[in-house]
Antibody, heavy 123, light 110 residues
Framework: EVQLVESGGGLVQPGGSLRLSCATSGFPLNTYWMHWVRQVPGKGLVWVSRINREGTTTTYADSVKGRFTISRDNAKNTVHLQMNSLRVEDTAVYFC????????????????WGQGTMVTVSS | QSALTQPASVSGSPGQSITISCSGT?????????VSWYQQHPGKAPKLIIY???KRPSGVSYRFSGSKSGNTASLTISGLQAEDEADYYC??????????FGGGTKVTVL
């Protein structure tokens, strides 16, 4: 059974940092691109970041570029999201998501989601 | 890039069919057959119910179907059931973004 379990969320002051982790099991992590998607409670889904299978290519939404860093450790079956210079508007539930890729690594679908971890940025 | 456009809410009676639209542009939905749909119950993670415009993952009810015409994708739920009451999100590959979600549609079973 595929499992994605996020941890590391919590309350942090504006300007602070948090490191989210996603522990994966039930599938070979090194064969999948992995993403982070966030959702403000009561609002819609917003794509945040992605990392390729080897951890050599990363992409970020403009809203987090330069502040967030995605990484992975395939040997430990984990994916991380380092969040620095946090802003009030970063407050959201953060989901770790596995993606089904198509030709040329296009995104076909997000087929497995973690339960999410809540990040609250407030003074 | 703005979110894909979905109606905020759609409702129907048990047994009826409803359709949720998802409007994009020629840069996303119109250019790729890479539209997916997600169902989200309150407090839960989203669940994939349609991918590649019209394909259903294993275990997803046949009552869910997807289609696309031009820059607009659609999700149809037939034989509406109480358990279908949830939020639904469309999503499209968009190359530069690289993916864009719709704003979500709340489905109410009357």
């Amino acid at each position: 059974e595929v499992q994605l379990v996020e941890s590391g969320g919590g309350l942090v002051q504006p300007g602070g940092s948090l490191r989210l982790s996603c522990a994966t099991s039930g599938f070979p992590l090194n064969t999948y691109w992995m993403h982070w998607v966030r959702q403000v409670p009561g609002k819609g889904l917003v794509w945040v970041s992605r990392i390729n299978r080897e951890g050599t290519t990363t992409t970020y939404a403009d809203s987090v570029k330069g502040r967030f860093t995605i990484s992975r450790d395939n040997a430990k079956n984990t994916v991380h999201l380092q969040m620095n210079s946090l802003r009030v508007e970063d407050t959201a539930v953060y989901f770790c998501v596995r993606v089904v890729s198509g030709w040329n690594d296009v995104i076909r679908a997000f087929d497995n989601w973690g339960q999410g971890t809540m990040v609250t940025v407030s003074s | 890039q703005s979110a894909l456009t979905q109606p905020a809410s759609v409702s129907g009676s048990p047994g009826q069919s409803i359709t949720i639209s998802c409007s994009g542009t020629s840069s996303d939905i119109g250019s790729y057959d890479l539209v997916s749909w997600y169902q989200q119950h309150p407090g839960k993670a989203p669940k994939l119910i349609i991918y590649d415009v019209s394909k259903r993952p294993s275990g997803v009810s046949y009552r869910f179907s997807g289609s696309k015409s031009g820059n607009t994708a659609s999700l149809t739920i037939s034989g509406l059931q109480a358990e279908d009451e949830a939020d639904y999100y469309c999503c499209s590959y968009a190359h530069t973004t690289p993916v864009i979600f719709g704003g979500g549609t709340k489905v109410t079973v009357l």
